[in-house]
């Protein structure tokens, strides 16, 4: 066959493309032609070059260029929310209009048959019934200027429960008006309706979580971007939530994923003493990510803080605090911020 | 023989689970509002984007238009995205239905008479921002030389050795008969020896 047959057919042989009668047909002739194995050598190479030099180089830009895609979806969901917005605020408006003529309406027809309406209110009112759970049965009392028709309307209201004084104390949820001085309790008015019981104890727990007092409030610090944790630590540090998930205690999820970050970060600026698998992860974070010293210090100080004020160990408080006073003695451009944390823990352990 | 991008794929197949469950993690975070592990797949995949879409396109600023759409649209499209299967591949499936219409109109726009007038020139060829980024001269040299090519060639070019596809899906992806694959890699792979003959 021509030799141009052969060659044009190379490309394909070394690709592996080829039946693979052709691919032995194409290996006999390059036992025969110096051209043909030549030019297979410059493919060879060019695949080396390929692997050598097609490859994009680290750089700035794709931190920046990332940064600017991320920006991109936030405006993107600004604007999706905008709209909805836009959208909600005309439809509303078309409500609001036929709630207006609807109301027009019924006005009208309240005018035209005002008799009628004032003859139907003096008929009995059926009355509405709250079970409360855990309350004393209250009655709210009637003042005595109230006409007539407001006692109707009152009277229709009335409040049921079986708990005690005590269980009231708990209450957070309940309406604070069942707590007004002004109500009282006339036997004569109380109504028993029948009521769904519901014991202290199974609601107790709901109370609890309610009533808990708030967590000290977060320190004003900037949050430095995760960028110091690979993709391995930020995936292990996702099922840390789930992990504290069981606790029902949003401090400890918090207090766990500190922790976690603390630990990632006292890794990365201690590499000499972990073993080789952490140090590796500490190499590649440093050299991916262009990590500098200040960085690591400014994200160490927010998992420190948030720690000493989450945390009831005393020891892991003092640690944290006696980083944080470190870091405030020195002359660097974080002492401030480690100040402005050590100010928010004044008063814990003392 | 190819025997460099089947070495690559074995190496890759060997980590490729840890890879994928790894990934899957990040994307299954995306899709719960995540948009930290949603930035975690953006620096994970941009660089290897880039280059397959620049590989095809030959241009910077169409490059990063048509990468940032594409984790845009990836964004927008998580929901419907499957977590059993590869993030990247349906990546650049949404980039590569955003720069079909772009090389169809490169291509339309560059019949061989022109080509013949104009001349194979990697030398003359510009990269733009994109030489800020490279290392060495080495580096230069071929990416003027993969741009200087005939958008039909390169972008046969860049599947092959970029995207690692064989000649099947090249030509379901451009839309083009097998052997018209294998002539024109062909031809891209003649011109590369000879403009980079001293390199190789």
Partial sequence: ?350 | MGKRIREEKQALSVNQSEVNSAEQRLVEAAQNGDKKAFGRLIRRHQKMLFRFVYGLLGSFDATEDIVQEAFVKAYGALGSFRTDSAFYPWLSTIARNSAYNHISREERKESLDRLQEKGYDPQATELGPLERLLDDEAQVRFMKAVKALPARYRSVFVLRHFEQMDYGRIADYLKIPPGTVDSRLYRARRMLVESLKDLL
């Avoid at chain 1, 994009?56 to 993107?76: F, K």
């Fill in chain 1, 1 to 350: 066959m021509d030799h141009s047959y052969y060659r044009d057919r190379l490309s394909a042989y070394f690709d592996g493309e080829l039946p693979a009668g052709e691919q032995r047909e194409i290996k006999l002739h390059l036992g025969e032609c110096r051209e043909c194995r030549e030019l297979l050598d410059k493919m060879a190479g060019l695949d080396r070059l390929v692997s050598e030099h097609g490859d994009l180089p680290d750089d700035g830009y794709w931190e920046q260029s990332a940064r600017r895609i991320e920006a991109q979806l936030d405006r993107d969901q600004d604007e999706s929310v905008t709209d909805t917005r836009e959208r909600t605020t005309w439809q509303g408006l078309r409500w609001k209009l036929a709630a207006a003529a609807a109301s027009i309406a019924v006005l009208t027809f309240i005018a035209v048959h005002r008799g009628d309406i004032l003859w139907n209110e003096s008929q009995e009112t059926p009355s509405i019934t709250i079970h409360s759970p855990g309350i004393p049965a209250l009655k709210p009392e009637i003042p005595a200027d109230v006409s007539p028709r407001e006692t109707k309307k009152q009277e229709g209201v009335q409040v049921s429960s079986g708990g005690t004084q005590a269980d009231e104390q708990h209450d957070v949820e309940l309406s604070p008006r069942l707590h007004a001085p002004t109500v009282s309790e006339p036997a004569d008015l109380v109504a028993q309706p029948e009521t769904v019981a519901i014991t202290p104890a199974e609601w107790v727990p709901d109370l609890k979580l309610t009533a808990k007092p708030k967590a000290a409030a977060t320190p004003d610090i900037p949050a430095v971007e995760n960028e110091l944790l690979t993709d391995h630590d930020y995936i292990a540090g996702m099922d840390l939530p789930e992990k504290a998930a069981t606790a029902h205690d949003r401090d400890t999820v918090e207090l766990a994923r500190w922790r976690y970050i603390r630990d990632s970060l006292v890794a990365l600026t201690e590499p000499r003493q972990l073993p080789k698998a952490a140090r590796t992860v500490a190499a590649e974070s440093r050299e991916g990510l262009d990590s500098t010293e200040v960085n690591i210090t400014m994200r160490l100080i927010e998992a420190y803080c948030h720690i000493a004020l989450l945390t009831d160990d005393e020891n892991e408080y003092h640690q944290a605090t006696d980083f944080l006073q470190e870091t405030a003695t020195g002359r660097t451009s974080l002492s401030e911020q480690a100040k402005v944390c050590l100010k928010q823990l004044e008063g814990r352990f003392e």
